[in-house]
């Protein structure tokens, strides 16, 4: 699977050569910045004469396909660094100059003392494909006559700064993808159209669940009144989750003094997503004014909860006969996004952590990672997610700078957390270099229904924030001793989750999360007030019930639960009151004909206990 994954990255990369090459021919003054393959394709940066549009990408795809016909070769050659140089300011491509120079910089270029004995100069690699020349290190297929002309497509146009720093010329990038057979092109543009279609951005603003406005804030949620429904339902469910587990509930404050951030270490590890103090020893009035502050308080709005909950421990000293301490906590939390990378629910600025911290002796570490691991799985399952990818994030042992703690309370936290992913049977991925700061972690990278991953739950170790708190308990033998700390968050955010959940429902949620589980449709005026009181049956066993008097046709309002994704739609006319029964319609499954009330009442309260 890995080498078949290598080539197509390689004739991936190789198709981004070929699209600049393209570019060329259209645009002679073409400059170019970098072409790297992703997921599923390629991408390729130009600074271009003028702004590209969607018309320009099938001419694009044409001058490609007519290259890959001409069965090129993909030629390497090294050049002495001034040489390569020279080439790139001849034809005036200055951001290969300046990558060159980089290079250069960084040490990262070879030298070849057979090809270049004099001075054993620094050498670039170089790929040229026809007329087109490329700084690169490859490696690149044979010839362009290994590349399927009918299976790949240019997909979209979008803006991307030199570099990525906002300080730089916003280039234009054009996206790709590459197969290695048309019906693989094919299945994937097919995915993509079943993927648009359940964008949450897109059904959350035609199902009314929530709002994300510029006069806010952009990242800043808004939840419409079904979906605050739907988050009620979820946090409630949760709530009742936790207490069954053995948590308590803790509060904290959105704020905390630079003072709390420094002594965890937040300050120094998590600066690049905080936002930055905000002084508080004046009021807004104050300062239009111009009145100077009598005193200096500099406040951070909280990233994170842990420095909260590690003081509420400290509050008074505790024995080794009260621990584990499991304390969860639904907050909000707010963290720096660069505005570009800003997306939907998946990418904001303020969002809910469904967070909690256990504190426990280290005789007892190993049970409670275990039992997070089971209570992270039981919730993925009861959402519908039963597929995932598990990777073990660790310390990079080559850039020991970027943590915090001593290489023992490393190794030791790194191998009690993989023997319980071991011993609960985990199939996970290695991470090197992406733990926490302050500890190893586990994360469940949940798959939807497309078989795409997301981010959401994760599992943390900790053996720094209690020595920074100076937290400690009185052991079995009566001496003063340093606990572990341990984060996790089941959903990760409510936000993410949320949107998530709505793609892999495609909106049309189970019936026990559906913030309007039923709708009932009176087919005339006469017929309101029946329905009205099956609604009011409904009610009385908590089912959530909506009765459409709209002045519509039955059949406009049939459309319109569909549309909303009601589970059930109960039609109510002249049999239906004769009969004291309601007419049933599912949602994508059509009429399921006449029931009577009780039977159909028993019926969705046996989903709503088995959450379907």
Avoid at 87 to 103: P, S
Avoid at 118 to 138: A, E, I, Q
Avoid at 569 to 581: F, M, Q, T
Wanted: net charge positive; glycine share 6%; aromatic share 10%.
């Amino acid at each position: 699977m890995e080498n078949k994954q290598n080539k197509m990255d390689v004739l991936r990369h190789s198709l981004s050569h070929i699209l600049a090459a393209a570019v060329l021919e259209l645009f002679p003054k073409a400059k170019f910045g970098i072409g790297p393959t992703i997921d599923d394709g390629f991408y390729y940066d130009f600074d271009l004469p003028r702004p590209l549009t969607p018309e320009d990408l099938p001419i694009i795809e044409e001058k490609m396909r007519a290259l890959i016909k001409q069965n090129l070769a993909f030629k390497q050659e090294e050049l002495a660094v001034a040489k390569a140089t020279a080439l790139f300011q001849k034809t005036k491509q200055n951001y290969k100059v300046e990558l060159i120079k980089e290079l250069s910089a960084q040490g990262q270029v070879t030298s070849d003392k057979k090809k270049l004995t004099t001075n054993h100069l620094p050498l670039v690699t170089l790929y040229k494909t026809g007329s087109f020349v490329d700084l690169c290190r490859g490696p690149h297929i044979k010839s362009t006559n290994e590349i399927p002309v009918d299976a790949f497509k240019l997909m979209k146009i979008s803006g991307a700064y030199w570099r990525g720093s906002e300080k730089n010329k916003m280039l234009q990038r054009i996206y790709g993808t590459a197969w290695k057979s048309k019906t693989d092109l094919e299945s994937y543009l097919k995915r993509i159209e079943e993927a648009e279609k359940r964008d949450h951005r897109k059904l959350g603003k035609e199902l009314e669940l929530f709002l994300i406005d510029p006069t806010v804030g952009m990242g800043l949620v808004m939840w419409q009144p079904k979906g605050a429904l739907l988050w009620h339902i979820m946090e409630e469910f949760w709530y009742k989750e936790h207490l069954k587990n053995g948590y308590e509930l803790v509060r904290s404050p959105h704020i905390g003094s630079r003072q709390l951030w420094e002594t965890s270490g937040h300050w120094g590890f998590y600066a690049d997503s905080m936002y930055p103090p905000m002084e508080v020893g004046r009021s807004l009035d104050e300062v239009k004014a111009g009145k100077k502050a009598t005193s200096k308080e500099e406040y951070l709005i909280k990233a994170m909860n842990c420095p909260f909950h590690l003081l509420i421990c400290n509050a008074r000293l505790r024995s080794y006969k009260e621990l584990p301490l499991r304390w969860a906590e639904s907050a909000a939390v707010y963290r720096y996004e660069k505005s570009g990378e800003l997306s939907g629910l998946t990418r904001v600025r303020g969002f809910t952590q469904d967070d909690a911290h256990i504190i426990c002796t280290k005789s007892q570490v190993k049970e409670e990672l275990k039992r997070v691991i089971d209570f992270i799985l039981y919730m993925l399952g009861i959402f519908g997610f039963k597929d995932y990818a598990i990777y073990l994030s660790l310390r990079d042992p080559k850039n020991k700078a970027k943590y915090a703690g001593d290489d023992e309370g490393w190794k030791f936290t790194e191998r009690v957390l993989e023997e319980a992913a071991k011993e609960k049977g985990l199939v996970y991925q290695t991470d090197i270099g992406e733990a926490a700061f302050y500890g190893p972690k586990l994360d469940f990278k949940i798959k939807d229904c497309l078989g795409r991953e997301w981010q959401c739950s994760t599992l943390q170790f900790d053996f720094n924030m209690p020595e920074k708190f100076d937290v400690t308990f009185i052991n079995d033998q009566g001496k003063k001793e340093r606990p572990y700390m341990l984060h996790r968050a089941l959903f990760g955010s409510f936000e993410r989750f949320i949107g998530v959940l709505i793609e892999h429902y495609a909106g049309a949620f189970p019936v026990w999360l559906a913030p309007e589980q039923i709708w009932i449709l009176p087919v005339g005026s006469r017929h309101e007030d029946y329905a009205k009181q099956v609604a009011d049956k409904l009610r009385q066993d908590d089912i959530r019930v909506i009765v459409k008097s709209d002045n519509e046709t039955i059949g406009k309002k049939i459309r319109d639960g569909e549309n909303q994704k009601i589970p059930y739609l109960l039609i109510v006319g002249d049999k239906e009151i004769s009969a004291d029964s309601v007419a049933v319609r599912e949602h994508d499954k059509g009429d399921l004909g006449p029931m009577k009330l009780d039977k159909f009442t028993e019926k969705i309260l046996g989903e709503i206990k088995n959450k379907n």
